[in-house]
C-alpha cells in the first residue's frame, strides 16, 4: 500500500477495529481518521487513555483560538506572531476533537466481538503491544483480537493482554480483493474456538484462509523470502545480471515474475523487515538480509514506490520499466552466429522424445536424431 507523503499529526496508531460474526457478516470500524498536512512526512500517534479533562482543554484552546483571531484582526495580516498563533491553535483544536472521536470510538468497541489491528507500517512488538493492552482493557473477555502482522511474533503481541487466549494472528495478502488469501496464526494457548471462528469469517469474506503456527514469517515469507534474499545476494555477487535472474525463475519455473522484480512491487524496506524479524529469531543465514538490500534502502531506491529498486520505473508508482545503466545493450545480446542444420540429442526422457526444433526466426523445422 502506499502512503502519501503527508505528516500524520493523528492516526490513533491507525488501528482497524472490525467487529463480526462468523455466521452474520462483518461491519469494519477505521478508528482514529487521520489529521495530514504536506510536511512531507509521517509519525504515528499509539493510542492510550484520553485525559479526563480533555473537554476542559478543548474549550480552553477553542477561547484562546477566540482571541488569537480577534487580535489578527485588529492588527492586520503583518501581525506575524498572531498569524502563526492562530494556525497553532486551529491545528490543536483539529487534533483534539480527532482525539475526542478517537475516545468515543474506542468506547464503542466494547460491543464488538472482534477486532483487527493494522498498523500503516510495521512496528516492532513493543509498539504493538500497548495497543492490545488496552484493546484488553476495554473490551469483553470473549472478543477476538487479532494482528496483521506478516511476521512479528503473534506470541509476543499476546502475552501484553489478559486473556492471550483470545488473540490470534490474521495475515491478509496485498491486495486484499485481488489475492483472497490470508494466513491465520495460532499460538500455542489460542483457543481451538477462536482460530475456528476466525477461519469462518474469513472465507465469509470469500478468502482463502490457511491455519499455521506462530513461527517467523508464518508460511508463505518463510519460503518466499528466502528465495528473495538468495536472488538478492546473487545480483550483489555479479553471478548473474537482474534480468536474467528473473528470467530463470519465470521461463525455467514458470513464475508469473522474477524475484528481483517481486522484490520492487513488495518494496525493499518491507522485505528486509521481515528477513530481519525471521533471522532475529531463527538465526538461520538464508533470513540474514543481504547487505546490498540495507544499502538500497538507505539510498531511497526502495522499488516502484519510489520509481527506483532494482529496476528503474517511468514514475513513482508505476510498474513501467525504463532502460538505465543497467538495462543491456544491442551491442551486448547474444546472437546466432552461424547456422543450425541438425540437432543430435542423446539419451532418453521426455526431453529426448521431441520430434520438431524451431532453430530459426524462419520457421525452418529440424528432425531430432534420438539415440
Known amino acids: 500500500m502506499l502512503v502519501s507523503r503527508r505528516v500524520v499529526l493523528f492516526v490513533a496508531s491507525a488501528l482497524l477495529?472490525?467487529?463480526?460474526?462468523?455466521?452474520?457478516?462483518?461491519?469494519?470500524?477505521?478508528?482514529?481518521?487521520?489529521?495530514?498536512?504536506?510536511?512531507?512526512?509521517?509519525?504515528?500517534?499509539?493510542?492510550?487513555?484520553?485525559?479526563?479533562?480533555?473537554?476542559?482543554?478543548?474549550?480552553?484552546?477553542?477561547?484562546?483560538?477566540?482571541?488569537?483571531?480577534?487580535?489578527?484582526?485588529?492588527?492586520?495580516?503583518?501581525?506575524?506572531?498572531?498569524?502563526?498563533?492562530?494556525?497553532?491553535?486551529?491545528?490543536?483544536?483539529?487534533?483534539?476533537?480527532?482525539?475526542?472521536?478517537?475516545?468515543?470510538?474506542?468506547?464503542?468497541?466494547?460491543?464488538?466481538?472482534?477486532?483487527?489491528?493494522?498498523?500503516?507500517?510495521?512496528?516492532?512488538?513493543?509498539d504493538k503491544a500497548p495497543t492490545f493492552a488496552d484493546l484488553d482493557r476495554i473490551t469483553k473477555p470473549e472478543a477476538v483480537l487479532a494482528t496483521n502482522t506478516s511476521s512479528l511474533s503473534v506470541t509476543e503481541i499476546s502475552v501484553a493482554t489478559m486473556h492471550p487466549r483470545r488473540v490470534v494472528g490474521l495475515h491478509f495478502f496485498n491486495p486484499a480483493p485481488v489475492l483472497g488469501f490470508v494466513e491465520v496464526v495460532r499460538t500455542l494457548v489460542t483457543d481451538a474456538e477462536v482460530v475456528e471462528a476466525v477461519t469462518a469469517f474469513t472465507q465469509g469474506l470469500g478468502m482463502t484462509p490457511v491455519v499455521c503456527g506462530d513461527k517467523g514469517g508464518f508460511i508463505t515469507n518463510a519460503l518466499l523470502c528466502g528465495y528473495l534474499n538468495h536472488a538478492v545476494t546473487m545480483f550483489e555477487s555479479h553471478y548473474a545480471t537482474r534480468e536474467d535472474i528473473d528470467a530463470a525463475m519465470m521461463y525455467g519455473c514458470g513464475y508469473p515474475m522474477g524475484p528481483l522484480a517481486l522484490l520492487d512491487l513488495i518494496g525493499l524496506d518491507i522485505a528486509y523487515e521481515i528477513l530481519n524479524t525471521m533471522y532475529r529469531q531463527?538465526?538461520?543465514?538464508?533470513?540474514?538480509?543481504?547487505?546490498?538490500?540495507?544499502?538500497?534502502?538507505?539510498?531511497?531506491?526502495?522499488?516502484?514506490?519510489d520509481g527506483r529498486g532494482f529496476y528503474t520505473y517511468v514514475e513513482k508508482g508505476s510498474s513501467v520499466v525504463v532502460p538505465d545503466e543497467l538495462t543491456p545493450s544491442q551491442a551486448a545480446r547474444p546472437v546466432l552466429r552461424r547456422e543450425v542444420g541438425k540437432v543430435g540429442v542423446i539419451g532418453t526422457g521426455t526431453m529426448a522424445t521431441v520430434t520438431n526444433y524451431n532453430v530459426s526466426a524462419g520457421q525452418r523445422y529440424y528432425r531430432v536424431q534420438t539415440q
Open 17 to 126: 477495529a472490525i467487529g463480526f460474526s462468523a455466521r452474520t457478516g462483518a461491519q469494519p470500524v477505521l478508528i482514529g481518521p487521520a489529521l495530514t498536512n504536506s510536511s512531507g512526512s509521517s509519525s504515528p500517534v499509539v493510542p492510550g487513555p484520553v485525559a479526563p479533562a480533555l473537554t476542559d482543554v478543548r474549550a480552553q484552546n477553542a477561547e484562546q483560538l477566540r482571541l488569537a483571531q480577534r487580535k489578527l484582526e485588529t492588527n492586520g495580516e503583518t501581525d506575524k506572531v498572531a498569524a502563526r498563533e492562530v494556525a497553532y491553535l486551529q491545528t490543536r483544536d483539529a487534533i483534539l476533537a480527532q482525539r475526542a472521536a478517537v475516545e468515543q470510538q474506542i468506547k464503542d468497541l466494547n460491543s464488538r466481538k472482534a477486532r483487527i489491528e493494522a498498523q500503516l507500517k510495521s512496528p516492532p512488538v513493543s
Open 282 to 305: 531463527g538465526r538461520r543465514r538464508v533470513h540474514a538480509p543481504a547487505p546490498i538490500l540495507k544499502q538500497m534502502i538507505t539510498a531511497g531506491l526502495r522499488g516502484r514506490k
